[in-house]
């Protein structure tokens, strides 16, 4: 399959607008000019389209609940708020491709009847916030963006709103707080942002990756989209690789490619001629698996089936030389530093977690403290909000589930599973 | 204190792009904090005036987000990223040497005022580990061979 988000990266002038157009960029958006918003909608929604940021949601339903909402205006917000540990897929979009970003946002602006988008940029990524700052002037100047998208009467106005270093911002309703100027917290859900979003308003919010798959889909239509990859969730999806492979990077491949062949074949196998321990497939908050499960194909309906998630898609190869444990400390030092405070089970929870480990892990584990561990996750899992605290109970039972030998090892002082880990 | 002429211009040329005035918070603390270097209670109550909000309101949110400094910073902000694919190639061991090197410590300034460092939760960068930030540089790919050098060009 040819490169469809990653079309073009290699040159290094792909982010200028007249590189994008002259290999058929925007004629997507011309072509959106000519349909009905409800046709554009059905057609996403034939696709078979499903959200790129974790959750898999189908994008066209999405919008259909938006696009149902009697109340005006209605906010189209781009969710750049990767923050997922191990995911950088939406990086070569908005740094080497901001225009196909841009176009998909019109289109989709257009297709929602939303005059106004946000991109909801991660603080971390200061040279992104140029690039796009950069390529939606230039989209203005040509006529892509304004009150009358090349004449047509279509208004979509587009800012990159910058975020401040909060992971749970990635989360739709704490991502709309901080869009409006407030603390990055998650809402309870109903009222769902299709109904009550940024500004009390109708806020579609979807991700980078999701809204730079809207152009192919106008292009070439939902029959012959929907035939790539997995025809349950199908379509061009981007496997950001990294840990012990020869070739970390960001790889796009037709949903469901399986495991083995991301790991092996694109990005090059194990590092050093060493064995494979275990890998996390979605982003450090999907299950862990161990080396019998590299058959798993990659996309949302299967993953599930073979014990994991898709997540973000982004896969953390560990070899054997891995310390387990202090991947699973790493990892939950990342969650109490992120909950962002609102539900108890979460909050006290990830400290209470992370200090567990950090004992284990020091050589002064105690033999209940595995049974402590999961009854902690057991404690926090659906207990929360939103899905973070999820999240951090995910790593732990799961890491306990595949590898817990190696967390009785430590705590009985055999440390024949520690290795050269830094 | 009142916000710099300079910062005001800059806050209301994006005040068309919010429908609140809320909104142009977030926008208004980096700005604020490019223009004093960090987020002193002083900035805090200028930005709030500015914007008429409410001091807490302005002051608990600067303080939710990572990357809004309200103590003073170095001359220089290291942003070191150690979550996990970054410390399977070395991360923490980089922590130690800036330590030893800089005498600066997680969430600290070095006592010349150099550097101020900061453990960042991953900052996209999985594939070219360990990764870091300097001011609004990005240098991937860190080894205990080159960082020095990197920095070296921070005075």
Request: glycine share 12%; proline share 7%.
């Amino acid at each position: 399959m040819a490169n469809y988000l990653l079309k073009n990266i290699e040159d290094p002038r792909s982010a200028e607008i007249s590189v994008y157009e002259s290999k058929g960029g925007y004629k997507s958006l011309k072509k959106a000019l000519s349909m009905e918003p409800k046709d554009m909608i059905d057609e996403v929604k034939k696709s078979g389209l499903r959200g790129r940021g974790g959750a898999g949601f189908p994008t066209g339903m999405k919008w259909l609940f938006a696009a149902g909402d009697p109340k005006f205006p209605k906010y189209l917000v781009c969710n750049a708020d990767e923050g997922e540990p191990g995911t950088f897929k939406d990086r070569p979009i908005l740094e080497k491709n901001p225009h196909l970003l841009i176009e998909g946002m019109a289109i989709s602006g257009r297709a929602l009847q939303a005059e106004y988008g946000y991109i909801y940029l991660r603080g971390e990524y200061p040279e992104a916030k140029n690039i796009l700052d950069k390529a939606i002037a230039q989209a203005y100047e040509k006529g892509y963006l304004g009150d009358s998208i090349l004449g047509s009467g279509t208004r979509f106005h587009l800012a990159v709103h910058q975020g401040a270093g909060a992971y749970i911002c990635g989360e739709e309703t704490a991502l709309i707080n901080s869009l409006e100027g407030r603390r990055g917290q998650p809402r309870i859900k109903p009222p769902f942002p299709v109904n009550k979003g940024a500004f009390q308003k109708p806020t579609i919010v979807n991700n980078v990756e999701t809204l730079s798959n809207i152009p192919l889909i106008i292009e070439i239509g939902a029959g012959p989209y929907s035939k790539i990859g997995n025809p349950e969730c199908p379509g061009p999806k981007l496997f950001s690789v990294s840990g012990h492979v020869n070739k970390p990077g960001v790889y796009e491949l037709p949903m469901g490619t399986p495991l083995r062949e991301i790991i092996y074949e694109h990005a090059g196998g194990i590092r050093n001629g060493k064995k494979l321990k275990a890998v996390i497939p979605g982003g450090i908050s999907t299950p862990v698996l161990p080396p019998d499960k590299l058959d798993a194909p990659m996309d949302f309906t299967s993953m599930p089936k073979h014990g994991s998630m898709l997540g973000s898609g982004a896969v953390i190869v560990f070899d054997e030389t891995t310390c387990l444990v202090k991947v699973t400390l790493r990892a939950m030092k990342f969650f109490e530093h992120e909950s962002c405070g609102k539900c108890t089970p979460c909050r006290e929870g990830t400290g209470w977690l992370r200090a567990i480990l950090e004992r284990i892990e020091n050589g002064q584990g105690r033999p209940e403290d595995i049974q402590l561990l999961e009854d902690v996750s057991l404690n926090i899992a659906g207990k929360t909000f939103c899905p973070l605290g999820d999240g951090a109970s995910t790593v732990v039972i799961n890491f306990l589930k595949h590898f817990k030998g190696e967390f009785e090892g430590h705590i009985k002082g055999d440390y024949s599973y520690k290795a050269a880990t830094g | 204190m009142t916000l710099a002429q300079g910062a005001i211009a800059e806050i209301e040329a994006l005040r068309i792009k919010y429908p609140s005035g809320r909104a142009l918070l977030l926008p208004s603390l980096y700005i604020a904090q490019k223009t004093y270097g960090w987020l002193s209670p002083e900035a805090l109550r200028a930005v709030a005036r500015h914007l008429n909000l409410p001091e807490p309101i302005v002051k608990g949110t600067a303080t939710f987000y990572a990357m809004y400094k309200t103590k003073p910073m170095g001359r220089n902000l290291i942003q070191l990223c150690t979550n996990v694919s970054c410390m399977l190639f070395g991360a923490e061991k980089l922590v130690d040497l800036l330590k030893e090197r800089y005498k600066v410590t997680p969430g600290g300034t070095s006592p010349d005022g150099r550097f101020s460092l900061v453990i960042m939760e991953c900052i996209g960068a999985c594939d070219r580990a360990p990764a870091m930030l300097v001011n609004a540089d990005f240098h991937p790919g860190l080894s205990e061979g080159n960082i020095f050098g990197i920095l070296e060009e921070y005075k």
